[in-house]
């Protein structure tokens, strides 16, 4: 007969503060290590409730938005709080689409 695993419960309470732990920034390693579950476990107890993970790559629809708010004159930087990626990210997939980036001041480079 196979054995099949029992997953580990996790209470909402646990999980509230899971959330509120991920949103400042911890990782989902340290985070399911205290609360004793797998780190895709906590990841997909997290997806359930809505939660947005980081490492999540944008979708083409995302992208063009990305695009689209960059074209228009918005920084890296606000167009990726809006849409809830790091600059860092909004630049690489801009780049990627060849999307021509604009100096501090707002010339193109």
């Known amino acids: 007969m196979p054995r099949t695993r029992q997953q580990a419960t996790v209470s909402d309470d646990a ?10 920034n911890e990782t989902l390693r340290q985070i399911a290590k205290d609360i004793g579950v797998s780190r895709q476990r906590l990841a997909s107890l997290l997806r359930e409730r809505g939660v947005r993970l ?10 063009n938005e990305m695009a689209r708010r960059y074209a228009e004159g918005e920084s890296l930087e606000r167009v990726g709080t809006r849409l809830g990626y790091s600059a860092g990210t909004v630049r690489n997939h801009l780049l990627a689409e060849g999307v021509v980036m604009r100096d501090s001041h707002g010339r193109p480079r």
Do not use: M
């Open 15 to 24: 999980l509230v503060l899971a959330e509120a732990r991920y949103g400042k």
């Open 54 to 63: 980081r490492s999540i790559t944008p979708s083409a629809a995302e992208v």
